[in-house]
């Protein structure tokens, strides 16, 4: 499975979303599902899927699913 389908699932996991509505745009508080609440369960979900421990900045600055991938991408997840 690639990067990027793991992302998008983290995404649909924590937010209890259906998967095609994620998509790069997705941006937080568009969805009533992205509140701050949900935003902890996604950062939990995404340090899981990928196996690494996110800094406070980086759970933070989280504001977008594009912004994700960007976030990821310094903890070296490639996609």
């Known amino acids: 499975m ?3 389908t793991l992302l998008y699932k983290a ?3 924590a937010l209890n979303i ?3 509505k994620v998509n790069d745009e997705l941006r937080f508080q568009s969805i009533p599902e992205w509140d701050s609440i949900s935003h902890m369960v996604l950062i ?3 340090e899981e899927t990928f196996g690494i421990s996110m ?3 980086d759970v933070i600055d989280l504001s977008s699913v594009s912004k994700a991938r960007e976030i990821l991408t310094k903890y070296k997840v490639v996609f």
């Open 18 to 20: 259906d998967p095609e």
């Open 11 to 13: 995404f649909a996991e």
């Open 2 to 4: 690639s990067n990027s």
């Open 44 to 46: 939990s979900v995404l």
């Open 55 to 57: 800094e406070t900045d």
